[in-house]
T-cell receptor
Framework: NAGVTQTPKFQVLKTGQSMTLQCAQD?????MSWYRQDPGMGLRLIHY???????DQGEVPNGYNVSRSTTEDFPLRLLSAAPSQTSVYFC??????????????FGPGTRLTVL | KNQVEQSPQSLIILEGKNCTLQ??????????LRWYKQDTGRGPVSLTI?????NTKSNGRYTATLDADTKQSSLHITASQLSDSASYIC?????????????FGTGTRLKVLA
């Protein structure tokens, strides 16, 4: 298994540009999520999905869109990049059941800089 | 408000020494508590997962404890190695059925010196 993969690893954007961060997993996990990690702060949930066709907002969803057309893929779209979106983005996946203790697997991250 | 607080923010120890990291949480309802290790430039990797009924869980030289009454957890690292240099993140899964969320602490940055 490749686990959770993310592309690209690094990206530099200009203010106002749009782009899509890719995330894929090959473990047949229902739950997938996007986090951003900023210095001095814990990981913050942007959007999540509990299955194909189902998405919901997390803690900091503004400026980001997601879709989940397949179990494997969960892309994150930045609509109009702003400097405040400079961050490291992590995708994660796991099984999703009540009281689940299944491990949450994280991708290697995408380091995004918006100028 | 659901929160996870970790202490200390950073810690420096000598190779071979033990250390203990702390985590306090106010998440309710509580489902389980996880400790992750995050090496610089990489994604977090799970070390332990504990439910309400578990007091302690080990993973090699890492031992996590949980006191659900006081809502405190600790991660003890025995005989530290240079490779233990990383951030350690406490995460609580909580919320009502159907609204489970992971709440992350800000992490403890550990540096092990030779």
């Amino acid at each position: 298994n490749a686990g959770v993969t993310q592309t690209p690893k690094f990206q530099v954007l200009k203010t106002g540009q749009s782009m899509t961060l890719q995330c894929a997993q090959d473990m047949n996990h229902e739950y997938m999520s996007w986090y951003r990690q900023d210095p001095g702060m814990g990981l913050r949930l942007i959007h999540y999905s509990v299955g194909a066709g189902i998405t919901d907002q997390g803690e900091v969803p503004n400026g980001y869109n997601v879709s989940r057309s397949t179990t494997e893929d969960f892309p994150l779209r930045l609509l109009s990049a702003a400097p405040s979106q400079t961050s490291v983005y992590f995708c994660a996946s796991s099984y999703w059941t009540a009281g689940s203790t299944d491990t949450q697997y994280f991708g290697p991250g995408t380091r995004l800089t918006v100028l | 408000k659901n929160q996870v607080e970790q202490s200390p923010q950073s810690l420096i120890i000598l190779e071979g020494k033990n250390c203990t990291l702390q985590c306090n949480y106010t998440v309710s309802p509580f489902s389980n508590l996880r400790w992750y290790k995050q090496d610089t430039g990489r994604g977090p990797v799970s070390l332990t997962i504990m439910t309400f009924s578990e007091n302690t869980k080990s993973n090699g030289r890492y031992t996590a404890t949980l006191d659900a009454d006081t809502k405190q957890s600790s991660l003890h690292i025995t005989a530290s190695q240079l490779s233990d240099s990383a951030s350690y993140i406490c995460v609580v899964r909580g919320g009502s059925s159907g609204t489970y969320k992971y709440i992350f602490g800000t992490g403890t940055r550990l540096k092990v010196l030779a």
